[in-house]
């Protein structure tokens, strides 16, 4: 796979949303992490966050998920998989990520349109 | 991951699908699927089947209404934190973006070995799967006195749409320092928190329209979902509004009778201004038809969501046996994607992963106070099984509490998107 375009989600993700408020710097994303991408299962996957965060980027109640940079969506996710980040929703969905799972939602998801 | 590894999953099942798919494909035929209800289970699996197999399965959607007014969220509406209809949908865009052919009639019977779905107007669908997601029927008689000819004046508004709006009419109309009394339902019942939800949306409406009104909950349970943070909301927003009778102390309901608005238990006669009474349920009638129930619901494979009784007819949501999850919205649009990832692998031999399951639900007990229990499961051997929960806690600040209403917001518009759009 290609690694995403780097952006900065960091700072979109802090202006937009309140969940990127301060990513403990202990967090850091394996730079391996994106090698271990399946884009196919990323698809599958992520039937398990668009019944709460909109497919096409929309931004109604919770944050945007949509095309955001690949390795930003893996570090917010370790994050919440190591509870560093808060809402108790988030934590319970990425417990049970392994890494090649959070690798295949971040590509899969950086695919998609961002939020219009 | 859970028990199996996605690929050794893969393979386990594109060999037990295998020789089921062939008469399909061995003819060249394009492979139909036949998905009765639009509800969060049906909508979803029809939606997630056409959009994914792109073409290469035919998808018959069959649903009697063509307005869907969602029963979550419709407690939002008897507190007045929604319009009624901000909770309807339409199946336009099922049909315009992913080629849905929609069928606005009732299913009647199912002909298992001939594969075909009979419609109230005397078509025939022939399937190669059938998805029943028909949602819940409800037991009357499991209520002494209670009746469909006797909802009009004590409605259940269990299946939302028009005895919501009967409901909400008679709350906002009831006499003022009346009493309001909710009959609850036994388990095992759709959406468990609801009826509590219902009870705090309600006492909202109360304290801005009817301050001196009571509610009394007559309940067969001696415990039910959330129940902590219930009452603790309702002593905090309500205080004095509210009293919940539990079994031991009402000792039984005897009989509901609408003429007098009386609800006779062991211990007491209580007289109401207006009422709700919530029955016990069982699936939709169509699965009762097709003969895949066990009793009042359908026993499943926990992998796939198919039927124990037929390899051919899965079965979603409220009408499934799919302990531990709890029947709710949320629930049966997991159990959609699930059931969508291999009825494409067995049709089109696509790959099939590992089925994850998850759940939340999301009550608002007053403004900017909602609370939330949720959890993520795994297919089990026998059943599908809790990996991990969580729930809301007692003494949160106002800020999580009002996160998490805006968070069930979000998940509202999410979920009807990924069903409608």
Same mark, same amino acid.
């Given at each position: 796979?290609?690694?995403?375009?780097?952006?900065?989600?960091?700072?979109?993700?802090?202006?937009?949303?309140?969940?990127?408020?301060?990513?403990?710097?202990?967090?850091?994303?394996?730079?391996?992490?994106?090698?271990?991408?399946?884009?196919?299962?990323?698809?599958?996957?992520?039937?398990?966050?668009?019944?709460?965060?909109?497919?096409?980027?929309?931004?109604?109640?919770?944050?945007?998920?949509?095309?955001?940079?690949?390795?930003?969506?893996?570090?917010?996710?370790?994050?919440?998989?190591?509870?560093?980040?808060?809402?108790?929703?988030?934590?319970?969905?990425?417990?049970?990520?392994?890494?090649?799972?959070?690798?295949?939602?971040?590509?899969?998801?950086?695919?998609?349109?961002?939020?219009? | 991951?859970?028990?199996?590894?996605?690929?050794?999953?893969?393979?386990?099942?594109? #060999?037990?699908?295998?020789? =089921?798919?062939?008469? &399909?494909? @061995?003819?060249?035929?394009?492979? *139909?699927? +036949?998905?009765?209800? !639009?509800?969060?289970?049906?909508?979803?699996?029809?939606?997630?089947?056409?959009?994914?197999?792109?073409?290469?399965?035919?998808?018959?959607?069959?649903?009697?209404?063509?307005?869907?007014?969602?029963?979550?969220?419709?407690?939002?509406?008897?507190?007045?934190?929604?319009?009624?209809?901000?909770?309807?949908?339409?199946?336009?865009?099922?049909?315009?973006?992913?080629?849905?052919?929609?069928?606005?009639?009732?299913?009647?019977?199912?002909? #298992?070995?001939?594969?075909? =779905?009979?419609?109230? &107007?005397? @078509?025939?669908?022939?399937?190669? *799967?059938? +998805?029943?997601?028909? !949602?819940?029927?409800?037991?009357?008689?499991?209520?002494?006195?209670?009746?469909?000819?006797?909802?009009?004046?004590?409605?259940?508004?269990?299946?939302?749409?028009?005895?919501?709006?009967?409901?909400?009419?008679?709350?906002?109309?009831?006499?003022?320092?009346?009493?309001?009394?909710?009959?609850?339902?036994?388990?095992?019942?759709?959406?468990?928190?609801?009826?509590?939800?219902?009870?705090?949306?309600?006492?909202?409406?109360?304290?801005?329209?009817?301050?001196?009104?009571?509610?009394?909950?007559?309940?067969?349970?001696?415990?039910?979902?959330?129940?902590?943070?219930?009452?603790?909301?309702?002593?905090?927003?309500?205080?004095?509004?509210?009293?919940?009778?539990?079994?031991?102390?009402?000792?039984?309901?005897?009989?509901?009778?609408?003429?007098?608005?009386?609800?006779?238990?062991?211990?007491?006669?209580?007289?109401?201004?207006?009422?709700?009474?919530?029955?016990?349920?069982?699936?939709?009638?169509?699965?009762?038809?097709?003969?895949?129930?066990?009793?009042?619901?359908?026993?499943?494979?926990?992998?796939?969501?198919?039927?124990?009784?037929?390899?051919?007819?899965?079965?979603?949501?409220?009408?499934?046996?799919?302990?531990?999850?709890?029947?709710?919205?949320?629930?049966?649009?997991?159990?959609?994607?699930?059931?969508?990832?291999?009825?494409?692998?067995?049709?089109?031999?696509?790959?099939?992963?590992?089925?994850?399951?998850?759940?939340?639900?999301?009550?608002?007990?007053?403004?900017?106070?909602?609370?939330?229990?949720?959890?993520?499961?795994?297919?089990?051997?026998?059943?599908?099984?809790?990996?991990?929960?969580?729930?809301?806690?007692?003494?949160?600040?106002?800020?999580?509490?009002?996160?998490?209403?805006?968070?069930?917001?979000?998940?509202?518009?999410?979920?009807?998107?990924?069903?409608?759009?």
């Amino acid at each position: 796979m290609t690694r995403a375009k780097k952006a900065p989600t960091l700072g979109v993700l802090a202006m937009g949303m309140t969940l990127a408020t301060a990513l403990p710097s202990v967090v850091q994303a394996d730079d391996d992490i994106l090698a271990k991408a399946d884009f196919g299962y990323g698809e599958y996957l992520s039937g398990e966050c668009v019944t709460c965060h909109q497919q096409n980027g929309s931004n109604q109640g919770l944050p945007s998920i949509t095309g955001l940079d690949a390795e930003s969506f893996a570090q917010i996710m370790l994050a919440y998989r190591n509870k560093e980040l808060d809402n108790n929703v988030m934590q319970n969905v990425a417990s049970r990520l392994d890494d090649e799972q959070i690798a295949s939602l971040a590509v899969y998801f950086a695919s998609l349109p961002p939020e219009e | 991951m859970s028990q199996f590894s996605r690929r050794q999953f893969t393979g386990l099942l594109a #060999g037990a699908a295998g020789a =089921l798919a062939m008469p &399909s494909l @061995a003819f060249g035929a394009v492979p *139909r699927v +036949v998905v009765v209800g !639009g509800g969060a289970g049906g909508a979803t699996a029809a939606r997630y089947i056409a959009k994914d197999s792109k073409g290469a399965i035919n998808v018959t959607l069959v649903e009697a209404s063509k307005q869907y007014y969602t029963c979550f969220f419709s407690n939002l509406y008897l507190g007045g934190f929604r319009d009624y209809g901000s909770i309807g949908h339409g199946y336009d865009n099922l049909s315009n973006n992913h080629g849905v052919n929609v069928v606005h009639d009732w299913a009647a019977s199912v002909d #298992g070995s001939r594969k075909v =779905l009979k419609l109230a &107007s005397g @078509a025939e669908l022939p399937y190669d *799967r059938l +998805v029943l997601s028909p !949602g819940i029927d409800l037991n009357y008689e499991s209520v002494p006195g209670y009746s469909a000819e006797a909802q009009t004046r004590m409605p259940h508004a269990w299946k939302s749409g028009t005895q919501v709006k009967v409901l909400r009419d008679q709350v906002m109309n009831m006499k003022q320092g009346g009493t309001f009394v909710m009959v609850a339902p036994p388990n095992p019942y759709r959406c468990p928190p609801g009826p509590y939800e219902r009870v705090s949306m309600i006492a909202h409406t109360f304290s801005q329209v009817n301050p001196t009104a009571k509610i009394i909950i007559l309940d067969p349970k001696e415990k039910f979902s959330k129940q902590g943070l219930f009452m603790a909301g309702w002593e905090k927003h309500y205080p004095g509004m509210i009293e919940w009778i539990d079994p031991a102390t009402h000792g039984g309901i005897l009989n509901v009778n609408a003429e007098t608005m009386e609800i006779e238990t062991d211990i007491d006669t209580f007289k109401a201004d207006a009422a709700c009474v919530i029955p016990g349920q069982r699936a939709g009638s169509i699965a009762m038809a097709a003969g895949v129930n066990d009793g009042s619901w359908c026993p499943i494979m926990p992998a796939t969501m198919a039927s124990k009784a037929d390899p051919n007819i899965y079965v979603l949501g409220d009408a499934s046996v799919a302990a531990s999850m709890p029947k709710s919205g949320f629930s049966a649009n997991s159990q959609a994607k699930v059931a969508a990832n291999a009825i494409r692998g067995e049709l089109t031999g696509s790959r099939v992963y590992e089925p994850r399951f998850a759940n939340t639900c999301w009550s608002l007990i007053a403004t900017n106070d909602g609370v939330k229990v949720g959890a993520n499961y795994k297919a089990g051997a026998e059943k599908i099984d809790v990996v991990d929960k969580f729930v809301s806690q007692g003494g949160e600040s106002d800020a999580v509490r009002k996160e998490t209403y805006e968070e069930s917001i979000g998940w509202y518009n999410g979920i009807t998107a990924d069903m409608f759009s």
